[in-house]
C-alpha cells in the first residue's frame, strides 16, 4: 500500500524503514502441538521518506514452510537440502547494505530485498555455517556484528562470531557449555561479549514427543555468564556462576571504571518449567547486575518491577554507559501495553499507555540527527489494536514521551504481535 494516511507530521529527518518481524502461521496449525515461538515469520515494513509514509507491506519470509503451502518453488539454499530451514520469524536488520529475516536454533539468515521480497538463505558470502541467532548487537564503534548463536546438534557449546562491515565473518569462537543451552540474546561492552549461559536446555524427550520447541527448564544446571574478550577465543572465558533465572534480552551493558561489568537485564524466575507453550512461567522484571568477571562478584538490583520486554537503548550506546532504557510493558501471554522509558540516572520511569484499545508492541529509537544526544530522537512502535482491527505505527518525541504523537501512520490492516525490528536508515552513496 502507498501514501498511508497520516494523523500528524511525519519528521522529514526520518528517511528509512522500519521493518518488523513476528509469527503469522501461513496455513492451518495444531493447536494441540503449535508453539507460537516457530510460526510463520512474517515481515512488515514501513517506509518513511521527506514526511510521507511511502508505503507499508507485509511478506511471509520464504522459507520452505512457506513457499510448500503457496505453492510456490523453494528459494535455493548454499547449505542444500539437507539443513532443514524452519521459520525466520524473530528479527530483521539491515547490515552491510543488505536485509536479513533471523532467527535463532538452525535457521540461517534469510537475505529480503529493500522491498522484502525473500531472496533466500544465506551463508554471508560463504564465511559461515547455517545457524544464527535473533539478536546480533552492532558495535558503534566498528559497525560489526557481535552474535552468540546455539544449535542443539551442535551439543554442549555456543558460537561467538564477528560479522564484519562487509557481512563476512571475520572470527569465529566455539565456547563450550556444560550442556544443549538456549541462548536467546548476547550483551557486548568494549571489553566483552557475555554467554547467557542460563537453564533452559534442549530436551531430547520433548524433541521425540514431537514438541515444536523442544527446550525445558533444568534445574539442576548451574547458571552462570561467561565473559569473552570482544574478538577472543574460548580459552579466554571466564564464568561467573549466577543463581538460577532466565533472560531472554539485556537492554544494555558496560564496563565500569573498576573492570565490572554492568548489565541491565529482564529477568525472569525461570522459563519454560511451569509452563512449556509459554513463556508463561510469571512475570519479569528490569534488574541491573554488576559483575566481575575477574573476582566472580555478583550483585543484582531491581531497577523496575512491572512485567516487561523488548527493552532496547539507543543504539549507538551498545556497549557503552546508558542513561535510558526503553521497553514494552506486558500482560499474560507477552499481551502488549504501554510503552516504557526509564530514566536510570535519575530512577525514574515513564510510562506512555497507547489508549483505544491499544497496546504497544517493541520501541525503537531514531536519533533525531548522528551526533544528537542520547536519547535526543524519537520512538517508533507499531501501536497492535487488541481486537484485531487495523494497527497504526505511533511517532513519539523523546522530549515529550507522555504527550500527543508527532506522527501517527494508519496501516491499512491488522499487525500481529511480532518479535522484534529495527530502523534502518536510507543510505546516501
Ligand atoms: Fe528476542
Redesign the pocket.
Known amino acids: 500500500m502507498f501514501d498511508l494516511e497520516v494523523t500528524g507530521v511525519i519528521p522529514t529527518e526520518l528517511d528509512g524503514r522500519l521493518l518488523r518481524n513476528g509469527p503469522n502461521p501461513v496455513g492451518a496449525v495444531d493447536p494441540l502441538s503449535h508453539h507460537w515461538f516457530t510460526g510463520t515469520g512474517m515481515v512488515h515494513g514501513l517506509r518513511l521518506r521527506e514526511g510521507r509514509a511511502e508505503w507499508y507491506r507485509n511478506r511471509w519470509v520464504r522459507t520452505p514452510d512457506v513457499t510448500d503451502v503457496l505453492g510456490e518453488p523453494r528459494c535455493r539454499s548454499p547449505f542444500g537440502d539437507d539443513v532443514r530451514l524452519f521459520a525466520a520469524n524473530?528479527?530483521v536488520i539491515g547490515h552491510a547494505g543488505r536485509t536479513f529475516a533471523i532467527v535463532e536454533a538452525g535457521t540461517p539468515p534469510v537475505e529480503l530485498t529493500d522491498e522484502l521480497d525473500t531472496i533466500g538463505p544465506s551463508d554471508f558470502d560463504g564465511t559461515r555455517e547455517h545457524p544464527y541467532t535473533?539478536?546480533p548487537k552492532l558495535d558503534p564503534a566498528t559497525g560489526e556484528l557481535h552474535s552468540m548463536s546455539y544449535f542443539w546438534a551442535w551439543g554442549n557449546q555456543v558460537r561467538y562470531e564477528v560479522v564484519g562491515v562487509d557481512g563476512r565473518v571475520r572470527h569465529r569462537a566455539d565456547i563450550a557449555t556444560n550442556g544443549p543451552v538456549m541462548v536467546?540474546?548476547v550483551s557486548i561492552t568494549e571489553r566483552y561479549a557475555v554467554v547467557y549461559d542460563l537453564p533452559v536446555l534442549f530436551n531430547l524427550d520433548a524433541a521425540m514427543g514431537g514438541a515444536a520447541l523442544p527446550y525445558r527448564w533444568d534445574s539442576s544446571y548451574q547458571a552462570r555468564l561467561g565473559f569473552v574478550p570482544l574478538g577472543g577465543t574460548a580459552d579466554q572465558v571466564r564464568w561467573v556462576d549466577i543463581e538460577p533465572c532466565w533472560v531472554?534480552?539485556p537492554a544494555n551493558a558496560y564496563d565500569d571504571a573498576d573492570g565490572r561489568v554492568v548489565l541491565d537485564v529482564v529477568r525472569y524466575d525461570t522459563m519454560f518449567n511451569v509452563d512449556v507453550t509459554g513463556p508463561n512461567d510469571g512475570p519479569a522484571r528490569l534488574e541491573r547486575w554488576t559483575v566481575d568477571p575477574i573476582t566472580g562478584a555478583f550483585s543484582s538490583v531491581v531497577i523496575d518491577q512491572r512485567s516487561q520486554e523488548?527493552p532496547r537503548v539507543d543504539e549507538r550506546v551498545v556497549g557503552r554507559r546508558h542513561r535510558y532504557a526503553y521497553a514494552a510493558e506486558i500482560g499474560d501471554h507477552f499481551d502488549p501495553g504501554a510503552a516504557l522509558r526509564h530514566d536510570l540516572q535519575s530512577g525514574t520511569t515513564e510510562r506512555r499507555a497507547a489508549g483505544g484499545g491499544r497496546g504497544f508492541g517493541e520501541v525503537v529509537f531514531v536519533p533525531r540527527s548522528p551526533d544528537s544526544a542520547e536519547d535526543d530522537g524519537w520512538l517508533l512502535t507499531v501501536a497492535h489494536d487488541l481486537a484485531g482491527g487495523r494497527a497504526d505505527v505511533v511517532i513519539l518525541d523523546t522530549s515529550d514521551f507522555t504527550g500527543d504523537p508527532v506522527a501517527t501512520v494508519h496501516l491499512p490492516g491488522p499487525v500481529p504481535l511480532g518479535?522484534?525490528g529495527n530502523w534502518v536508515p536510507t543510505v546516501t552513496q
Request: charged share 10%; proline share 0%.
Open positions: 524473530t528479527n535473533a539478536h536467546h540474546d531472554f534480552h523488548f518479535f522484534h
